[in-house]
């Protein structure tokens, strides 16, 4: 499932990422910001019935990548599907007026970034539960953060490679750098 983004060759501040966002069907390795100590587990279904709402929400990050900033958008999710159980998203940086995010995609370790969502109206199945499953909820946004604090440990995040063609823009690499127009 994905918004269509018209192509602008060059443009400055689209800089392409995808990332695995949680997983499905499995227990969060911690606890979730606002599960109170819960582990928690979004079902398959909740999740596909979701989907729509996670498109044109904004991915942010917290200096020190350990955790959200929901007032820190730095880019925007356009893609989400499911994927051997694996919710997977795309997108784009707002590399132009956060080029510290790319900074740290480039200097960063290898398979060191995760993600982590953001919802509102969730429904858990049984609050007295030790492990709370997600039935219904709505995304509200994601964020960037280091993988080891994130809840799911199996997320991911990365800047996609340039293809030929693609509306990469040359100031990626200058990132934050005016570029000259052509």
Known sequence: MAVTMPRVMGHPN??????????VDAASDRSPSGARGHRVVLTHDAAMAALPSLLG?????????????????????????????????SGYLFGRDFPEVEEQMHKGAPGSMGMSYELADAHVADM?????????????????????????????FRLKKAAP?????AGSIFAGRPTAAT
Not at 16 to 22: K, M, Q, S
Not at 62 to 70: E, L, T, Y
Not at 132 to 153: C, E, H, N
Request: with cysteine; net charge positive; hydrophobic share 45%.
């Open 128 to 156: 007295r539960a030790s492990v709370w499953v997600l039935t219904r909820a709505t995304f509200t946004g994601a964020a960037i953060l280091l993988r080891d604090k994130a809840a799911y440990q199996h997320t991911s």
């Open 14 to 23: 689209r800089v392409p990422f995808e990332g695995v966002l949680t997983v």
């Open 165 to 169: 063609g693609a509306d990469l823009h």
């Open 57 to 89: 929400m904004a991915v942010d990050y917290r200096p020190g990548w350990d955790g959200h900033d929901a007032r820190r958008k730095c880019g925007i999710l356009t893609q989400a599907d499911i994927e051997a159980g694996k919710l997977c998203v």
